[in-house]
C-alpha cells in the first residue's frame, strides 16, 4: 500500500548503492531506457536512462497527486513508455526503433475480478522484478492496475508485438487487456489518485491506491515465448 515517499527514496537509493558497490561496471555495460512524457496528449518524447531495476522504480516512486478524472488522466498525469525513438522523434509507431527491457501488462477487472495481491503472488512465485499500481478508475470493489516488469533483453521493432502476445498468453490467469501492444504504446505512470472532480467525466470519487515492487529476482525470459 501507500506509503510516504520518503521511505520509497531510502529503500531505493540504499539498494542502489548496494549494487553501485557490487556491480561498478554494471551502468555501463547495459542501461535500461524509458520514453517519458508529459502528459498522455503530449507526444514529444524525451528518452531516460536508468542503470537497472531499482533506478527504473526509483525514477517511478514520485508519485505526483492527480485527481482521479478523465481531464486529469489525459492532461496532468506523466506518461512512459517501453519504445526507443531517435532524439527529436515525437510518439508513433513509425519512429519506435525498439523496446527497452521491460513490458507492463494492464488488469482492467472487466470480465474477471483478480486481486491486487494474487498477482503479486504470481510476480513473487516467477521471481520477477515488478512494479504494481493502480490506475485512475481502480476502487475497492473492482480494482484496475498496471504490472511492469523486466526482461532478459531489448526487443527489435519486429519482435514487439510477437513478444506481447506471447507474454499477455502467459500471464492470461491475470486476465490482461489483449489489446495494449501497439508499439508507441504508453503508461500513464504511478500517481496518488485523488477523488475525482464532481462534474469531470470518468470522475473516481473513491479511488483506490496502492505501489508496490520488489527490486530483487531474475528478469523474465522473452524466449519462453518462441516455444
Known amino acids: 500500500p501507500i506509503s510516504p515517499a520518503s521511505y520509497f527514496y531510502w529503500r531505493l537509493n540504499e539498494h542502489h548503492k548496494i549494487r553501485a ?7 555501463a555495460v547495459d542501461r535500461m531506457k524509458l520514453a517519458t512524457f508529459e502528459n498522455c496528449r503530449n507526444t514529444a518524447v524525451t528518452m531516460v536512462e536508468v542503470a ?6 526509483l525514477h517511478l516512486a514520485d ?18 513508455s517501453p519504445a526507443i525513438y531517435e532524439p527529436g522523434a515525437t510518439r508513433l509507431d513509425a519512429n519506435v526503433r525498439g523496446w527497452s527491457s521491460w513490458m507492463g501488462i494492464d488488469i482492467d477487472n472487466d470480465l474477471i475480478v483478480t486481486p491486487i495481491d494474487e498477482a503479486e503472488e504470481v510476480m513473487r512465485a516467477l521471481d520477477l522484478p515488478y512494479v504494481i499500481y493502480t490506475t485512475t478508475k481502480a476502487t475497492e470493489a473492482k480494482p484496475r492496475y498496471r504490472v511492469l516488469f523486466e ?3 531489448p526487443l527489435a521493432v519486429a519482435e514487439i508485438k510477437i513478444a506481447w502476445t506471447a507474454m499477455a498468453a502467459y500471464f492470461g490467469g491475470l486476465g ?6 501497439d508499439l508507441s504504446r504508453l503508461y500513464m505512470a504511478p500517481a496518488i489518485w485523488l477523488p475525482g472532480r464532481v462534474g469531470q467525466p470518468d470522475a473516481n470519487l473513491a479511488p483506490l491506491n496502492d505501489f508496490r515492487f520488489s527490486l530483487t529476482g531474475t528478469p523474465l525470459d522473452i524466449e519462453i515465448g518462441r516455444a
Open 151 to 153: 526482461i532478459s533483453r
Open 176 to 181: 490482461p487487456d489483449p489489446a495494449c501492444k
Open 21 to 27: 558497490l557490487r556491480y561498478p561496471l554494471e551502468a
Open 63 to 80: 508519485l505526483p497527486k492527480v485527481p482521479a478524472d478523465k481531464f486529469s488522466k489525459l492532461n496532468s498525469t506523466p506518461a512512459i
Open 52 to 57: 537497472d531495476w531499482s533506478e527504473f522504480v
